[in-house]
């Protein structure tokens, strides 16, 4: 009797990588771009290129591993800046903030991609589309692709294929950018992502790898989310967790009792005016 053939989620994403001639995939080190950098490297080879873009709202941290993880996977891999810091429209931070991030990027990575000859891909996934971002839009109006929605992976397959290929990144907290940790409507500055990345550096030494210090009151209250179940050890290390925003530049810290849960910013999305892009 013949057995049947199971078709899993990296097969899938096989697949469809190998149906472009050549790919620049913009690889932040993260869960999702690490996979689709990898299998594109696997499935290209010299056709493929992961390009990281630094700027204010890249931790030193991540980018270091970036950097460590593509020599590791022997990734053709490039840096390029990308400008949205000083960008007004990026910095008012009115709900568009990552549409004109992912224009920024495309900005800058646009011209490796035309002497390529490539297509830009992102690592979106298919539980990504569900969210509030606006980045997709400007994708979408870049020629970009997202070749795991394409496959139909969400977050679970991204981190089982991750597994299976045996990557360091397949349970590596998700980390989105600096810039996410500003409430909606607070002006995003290098200096508000930097007293971020601090308090966060901070928190983490102190034992707490999965948190978030979200930043509101124009950068002056950082409000430290952890895990439900670290809560109560949280609370019980308020002292060194309050000097810690302190020392990183915040005047009042609060531990939120809610626990962390990724996009909570999105709650003030409401209570902004009504939010357009080009």
């Known amino acids: 009797m013949r057995e049947e053939c199971v078709v899993t989620g990296l097969d899938r994403l096989r697949a469809r990588v190998r149906t472009e001639e050549s790919l620049v995939v913009a690889f932040s080190g993260g869960v999702d771009s690490a996979l689709l950098a990898v299998v594109a490297h696997q499935e290209l080879g010299a056709r493929m290129l992961a390009v990281t873009a630094v700027s204010p709202s890249l931790a030193a941290e991540e980018r270091k591993r970036a950097k460590s993880f593509a020599r590791e996977h022997g990734l053709a891999h490039v840096e390029v800046c990308t400008d949205e810091a000083d960008r007004p429209e990026y910095a008012a931070n009115d709900g568009n903030r990552c549409y004109h991030c992912k224009s920024a990027l495309f900005d800058a990575v646009e011209p490796l991609a035309a002497t390529m000859g490539a297509t830009i891909a992102l690592g979106t996934n298919v539980d990504d589309l569900g969210d509030h971002r606006p980045g997709q839009r400007a994708a979408a109006q870049r020629g970009a692709i997202a070749p795991m929605v394409d496959a139909g992976l969400t ?4 981190r089982a294929a991750s597994a299976e290929l045996g990557l360091s990144t397949a349970d590596k907290p998700a980390a989105a950018c600096l810039a996410s940790r500003v409430a909606y409507g607070d002006p995003v500055t290098p200096e508000v992502l930097a007293r971020i990345e601090r308090a966060e550096a901070a928190v983490h030494a102190l034992g707490f790898p999965v948190c978030r210090v979200r930043a509101h009151g124009q950068g002056t209250v950082a409000r430290l989310e952890v895990p439900a ?13 309050d000097a810690a925003g302190r020392d990183a530049g915040f005047e009042f810290c609060a531990l939120d009792m809610a626990g962390f849960s990724s996009g909570r910013m999105n709650v003030l999305l409401p209570l902004l005016p009504t939010r357009t892009a080009s």
């Open 155 to 158: 977050k679970a397959d991204v």
């Open 229 to 241: 179940e670290d809560i109560d050890r949280a609370a019980a290390h308020h002292a060194e967790l």
